[in-house]
C-alpha cells in the first residue's frame, strides 16, 4: 500500500526549496490521491495559502463539489485552527498528520475537529511513525532562519 | 462615518441573490474599504469560499502582504473556526460581527481569535445595532428554503 504521508512530506519538501515553511499536504479517496498542496505562503504573500487550503481547494475542483465526503487528507504538521475549520467545512471524513503543533497548548485543532457545529465530526490520526521526520524538517529550517 | 456594517450587509444581500447563504464582508483600513466578499459556497462548489475567505484574498492581493495589519473586517455572521482562524493568521486587528453564531454553543470564534498561538489577538466587537437585521437574512433564508 501506498504510503499517502511519505507524499505529503514529499510536498513538505518542495515548500521548502521554496524557502517556505516546510508543511505538505495530500487528499485521498478510494485509495487514490486526489490533489496535493505545500505551503506558498511567502510566495503568493496570501495569508490563505496553507499545504491544506490548497490541496481542498484542488480537490473541491476535482470532484466538483464542496464536500468531500469519504476523503481522507494527510497533513505533516497538525493543522493551524484556519486549515481544521477548513477541513471540517469540506467534510472531510479523516485527519491523519505527522507531528505535533507544540506552540500552543489549547488543543484547537481537535476542539474544531469534534464541534458539533456542522453534524460532522473528522476522525484524527497522528501518526507517530513519521513524527520525527516530519517535524525534523520544521525545526531545521528555523534554525537555519535563525544563522 | 461611514457605516461598515451596512457595506457587509450589502454584499450579504448580493449573495441572497444568487440563491446563497447570505453572508457578507468588508476589510477595512485608515477608514476606506480595501476589499469585499460574499458566500459563493454553492456557485463555485468550494468549500472554502466563505464571504470573509474571498475578502482575506482580496485584501492580500491589494497591500500585496499576506499581513493584513490595522485592518478591520466587518461581517454580518459571528466567524466560522475556518474564517476566525483565516483572520488570525492575516493578522487582522479587528473583528466586528453583525450576529452570533447560534448553531454551537463552544464559543470557537472567540478561541481562536484570542489564542496565543501567533502572539497576535485580534479585538472581537459584537455590533448589537445590525444584530436583527442581519439575523433576519439568514432566518427568511432558511425559511424559504423549508417551503
Not at 496570501?46 to 476523503?71: F, P, Q, T, V, Y
Request: glycine share 6%.
Amino acid at each position: 500500500m501506498m504510503d499517502f504521508m511519505e507524499e505529503a512530506i514529499g510536498q513538505a519538501e518542495i515548500a521548502l526549496k521554496h524557502d517556505e515553511v516546510p508543511i505538505g499536504a495530500v487528499i485521498v479517496k478510494d485509495g487514490k490521491i486526489i490533489a496535493k498542496g505545500y505551503n506558498k505562503r511567502e510566495k503568493s504573500q496570501n495569508a490563505l495559502m496553507h499545504a491544506e487550503i490548497i490541496a481542498i481547494k484542488k480537490a473541491c475542483r476535482k470532484l466538483k463539489s464542496w464536500r468531500l465526503d469519504g476523503c481522507s487528507i494527510y497533513v505533516t504538521l497538525e493543522p493551524c485552527p484556519m486549515c481544521s475549520g477548513a477541513i471540517a467545512n469540506a467534510r472531510i471524513a479523516r485527519l491523519v498528520y505527522g507531528c505535533e503543533e507544540k506552540s500552543s497548548g489549547d488543543n484547537l485543532c481537535e476542539k474544531i475537529l469534534s464541534s458539533t457545529r456542522l453534524n460532522h465530526k473528522v476522525e484524527i490520526v497522528f501518526d507517530e511513525k513519521y513524527s520525527e521526520k516530519c517535524g525534523r524538517l520544521l525545526s531545521d529550517f528555523f534554525k537555519n532562519k535563525r544563522k
